[in-house]
């Protein structure tokens, strides 16, 4: 026994940052930004904290599934971009929503969505959960440097959650991690300490934009070819690869390689930029309230970031 998803939710702040919005802070032009990450807008938080974007994507997602916070057996949740280090950010998700089951976060980056739900099939595999929890929420406008318009422009805030119940839809999974910091990185507060012979790093998303590039069109290619050869399938047979949303350029070239047509893939970039672990999750909240999917339809989630570390998981809908 594994997992169906039951229900999907979304929430971005209500502030809308253009691409011209971003050329008065920046050396930059919406043309560049078009053209080189396909971002168009992007949502910005102004008073929201992260465990309000995610406690909002939660109740949206709680209530598409037509569950009750007191219904729910786990609440897993994901950020790098977290309010505090500690409570969790799963942890506040269930004060607000008024839930008692038991909470914490996983770190996996911009993979973590994919984590989450790996792990939640653990719970159910074993019979200890009927109804779990799975959030992705960023607040990374507090994590770029607004003086980098290499990454300013890509990053943005928001959240995704899923209700998972018992099911067969998660099919299958694949999950590679490549540990340095060379890539990506994001230093954490450095602290205070009068002993620390420590230089202190600034705690901003330093990222090398083109080996992140090709490390994520690599991953994308064979994590999905890997799904299918493992399940015995086609790509005609998969009706949305849903990839992580930090480049438009990423998924075309991923496209070209994997001979699909863009078409299968679903691609939203042009309104959020990148949310990191709330990328899939938006994603798949608004493939599900547009109708795209129908029961048993196969999709393919597929995601890379920080660790370096990348994921994809096949499910049936
Ligand atoms: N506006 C205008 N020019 C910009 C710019 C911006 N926002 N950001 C960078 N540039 C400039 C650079 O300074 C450079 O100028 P130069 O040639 O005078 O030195 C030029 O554009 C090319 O820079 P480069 O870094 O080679 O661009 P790129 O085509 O690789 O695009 C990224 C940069 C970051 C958009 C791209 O590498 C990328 O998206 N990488 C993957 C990032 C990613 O997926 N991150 C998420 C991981 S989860």
Same mark, same amino acid.
């Given at each position: 026994?594994?997992?169906?998803?039951l229900g999907t939710g979304m929430y971005v702040?209500?502030?809308?940052?253009?691409?011209? &919005?971003? *050329? @008065?802070?920046?050396?930059?032009?919406?043309? =560049?930004?078009?053209?080189?990450?396909?971002?168009?807008?992007?949502?910005?938080?102004?008073?929201?904290?992260?465990?309000? #974007?995610?406690?909002?994507?939660?109740?949206?997602?709680?209530?598409?599934?037509?569950?009750?916070?007191?219904?729910?057996?786990?609440? #897993?949740?994901?950020?790098?971009?977290?309010?505090?280090?500690?409570?969790?950010?799963?942890?506040?998700?269930?004060?607000?929503?008024?839930?008692?089951?038991?909470?914490?976060?996983?770190?996996?980056?911009?993979?973590?969505?994919?984590?989450?739900?790996?792990?939640?099939?653990?719970?159910?595999?074993?019979?200890?959960?009927?109804?779990?929890?799975?959030?992705?929420?960023?607040?990374?406008?507090?994590?770029?440097? =607004?003086?980098?318009?290499?990454?300013?422009?890509?990053?943005?805030?928001?959240?995704?959650?899923?209700?998972?119940?018992?099911?067969?839809?998660?099919? &299958?999974?694949?999950?590679?991690?490549?540990?340095?910091?060379?890539?990506?990185?994001?230093?954490?507060?450095?602290?205070?300490?009068?002993?620390?012979?420590?230089?202190?790093?600034?705690?901003?998303?330093?990222?090398?934009?083109?080996?992140?590039?090709?490390?994520?069109?690599?991953?994308?290619?064979?994590?999905?070819n890997k799904l299918l050869e493992q399940n015995?399938?086609?790509?005609?047979?998969?009706?949305?690869?849903?990839?992580?949303?930090?480049?438009?350029?990423?998924?075309?070239?991923?496209?070209?390689? #994997? @001979?699909?047509?863009?078409? @299968?893939?679903?691609?939203?970039?042009?309104?959020?930029?990148?949310? *990191?672990?709330? *990328?899939?999750?938006?994603?798949?909240?608004?493939?599900?309230?547009?109708?795209?999917?129908?029961?048993? &339809? #196969?999709?393919?989630?597929?995601?890379f970031g920080a660790g370096l570390s990348n994921?994809?998981?096949?499910?049936? =809908?």
């Open positions: 026994m594994n997992f169906s998803i702040p209500d502030n809308i940052v253009t691409n011209d &919005d971003m *050329s @008065k802070i920046v050396d930059t032009s919406d043309e =560049w930004i078009r053209q080189r990450v396909g971002v168009q807008r992007r949502h910005i938080c102004t008073t929201e904290t992260t465990v309000e #974007l995610g406690y909002q994507a939660a109740l949206r997602a709680l209530e598409n599934s037509g569950t009750k916070p007191e219904e729910l057996d786990l609440i #897993l949740a994901a950020t790098v971009s977290g309010d505090n280090v500690s409570p969790s950010l799963s942890c506040m998700i269930q004060r607000k929503l008024g839930a008692t089951c038991t909470a914490y976060d996983i770190n996996a980056a911009c993979s973590a969505f994919l984590y989450l739900l790996e792990t939640a099939a653990g719970y159910f595999a074993r019979g200890k959960v009927k109804k779990v929890l799975v959030v992705g929420a960023e607040r990374l406008s507090k994590l770029v440097d =607004w003086k980098d318009r290499g990454t300013c422009v890509i990053f943005a805030d928001g959240a995704g959650a899923a209700v998972l119940g018992k099911g067969s839809g998660y099919l &299958d999974s694949t999950f590679t991690t490549r540990g340095g910091d060379t890539v990506i990185k994001i230093p954490a507060y450095a602290g205070e300490s009068p002993f620390s012979r420590l230089e202190p790093e600034r705690p901003f998303i330093h990222m090398e934009g083109q080996e992140t590039f090709k490390y994520a069109v690599n991953a994308i290619c064979s994590d999905i015995g399938l086609t790509p005609d047979e998969i009706k949305y690869i849903v990839p992580h949303q930090a480049n438009k350029r990423i998924i075309d070239l991923a496209c070209i390689r #994997l @001979k699909m047509p863009i078409s @299968k893939f679903y691609v939203n970039i042009q309104e959020y930029g990148n949310t *990191s672990s709330a *990328s899939i999750p938006i994603a798949l909240d608004e493939i599900n309230r547009k109708g795209l999917l129908k029961c048993g &339809d #196969l999709i393919i989630l597929t995601a994921a994809a998981c096949l499910i049936r =809908w």
